[in-house]
């Protein structure tokens, strides 16, 4: 028969320990951009081949819009508009480095990865979230050496902590922290940690970076087509008028896309 004393000692134990964690877990920093830059930005937790892929997509659909817009470039030829032109190839190498500003810094990383030795860390579990500021990836901080590391993880190796993880190991890549694989060492029922109650403002501030660029592009293109296809005929006004329209199309998207991100910060603000 189990001693009802040590039973309680063990409620104790998990419930300081539960208070040590939630501590310990608003004591979390974010990295700062220089560093979410150097590990990958918004692509940060993602594996090299995905964010190599990622970039293929990205700079083949800005080579297809190019090649668009020089084919415009010599039709304007023929009909005598030399400048209409030139100023839909303006905006087609807008969109392609804006688009790629996306990918850009997460390349640097990928490439290094795909070299580099994995690292393993092991230690107490502080935090876990199945939203991270990643799209599509889930949250776990670990206590290493006295020190909070926040990792990027899949989903699946998420689902690993249900049952009250409380030592885990990963092994991750130097670039990118992508976590290739997640052990649980030591398990305690009585320890588990509650999930965050995700709301849909947080979801949607996760993708709103995405939201923005792509946006912001679309604005680009469509005001350059909405341009090119004014009535003007060869008048010098249509160059003028048509980068206009397509700057003010683009500064009217990103206007309203900023208004927006601050409504769903206030929301977060106030908890809804």
Known sequence: MRNPGSRELRRRQARLETQQRAAVREQVQTPRQEERLRRGGLFMGYSPGQITRL???????????????????????????????????????????????????????????????????QGQLVGASPMSGTP???MVAVNVNRGIQEFRVRPALYEKLQGGAVVVGLV????????????????????????????????L???????????????LGLGGLIGALLPLGSSFLHPLITL????????????GTRQYARRLMKGLDLGQ
């Open 205 to 219: 501030t996760v993708w709103l970076p995405f939201i923005s660029i792509g946006a912001l592009v679309g604005g």
């Open 172 to 203: 991750y890549t130097p670039g990118l922290q992508h976590v290739t694989s997640l052990t649980v060492i030591r398990r305690d029922r009585m320890a588990k940690i509650k999930p965050p109650v995700i709301t849909r403002a947080m979801r």
């Open 136 to 138: 599509g990836l889930a």
């Open 55 to 121: 970039a293929l997509l990205t700079g083949l659909g800005s080579v297809v819009v190019v090649l668009a817009a020089v084919f415009g470039l010599l039709v304007e030829i023929g009909q005598h508009d030399l400048a209409l032109g030139i100023v839909l190839v303006l905006i087609a190498l807008a969109m392609a480095i804006t688009a790629n500003t996306v990918t850009a810094p997460a390349l640097p990383a990928a490439r290094r990865d795909r070299k580099a030795v994995p690292e393993q860390i």
């Open 244 to 255: 206009l329209v397509a700057l003010g199309l683009a500064a009217l998207i990103a206007l």
